[in-house]
């Protein structure tokens, strides 16, 4: 797997869905097939349940995905269904490309892609000396960062999946090059641009 694909939160690494999908189709992907297994209600606690079959030239793998507002990040939970597809199809193709680390889209809560990061935290030690004071003030001012390499990457992969005419439809509609988003930028659109993936 391409090490741009990788992702690490709190000491673990992670794929992302698009590095599994592309590491799938060098490895002769012939098809991904969806159904969906549980539609989300009122009564089930509107969780999505998909399973997903990867057909490679040596096989086929199945995998299960579920989706929920009490699993999904804020800027996912309109889109339950579609998040539930993009895990199904990520673990399927976790086992046909024999990938054993977890993809990044499979977390919940706050640790969903495209979802902004959870709040500054610090010790008591740092609130003391006022480091976390100026911590904080550092995560709120993380929008007018230049968006990280991972997060482009991230992002150009998935215009690549879903925006039909590429990169440059792409920058037309965002209005300026996709190198130069800010992080809050690059998170919102990677938020928006994930549902329509799946």
Known sequence: MREEYMIERQGKRFVLYAGLL?????RGLRSIETELLQVPTAENGQAAIVKAVVRMEDGKFAGIGDASPQNVGRQIAPHIIRMAETRAKARALRDAINVGVTAFEELGGE????????????????AASGQG???AAREENRGELPATRKQLNYLEALVSDVVEDGIGKFEEMVGKPIGELTREEASEWIGRLSGRAA
Request: a negative charge; glycine letters at 8%.
């Open 22 to 26: 592309e590491e799938a189709h060098s």
């Open 111 to 126: 640790e969903a892609p495209g979802e902004r990061y959870p709040a500054a935290s610090f010790s008591k030690e740092e």
């Open 133 to 135: 004071g100026r911590q």
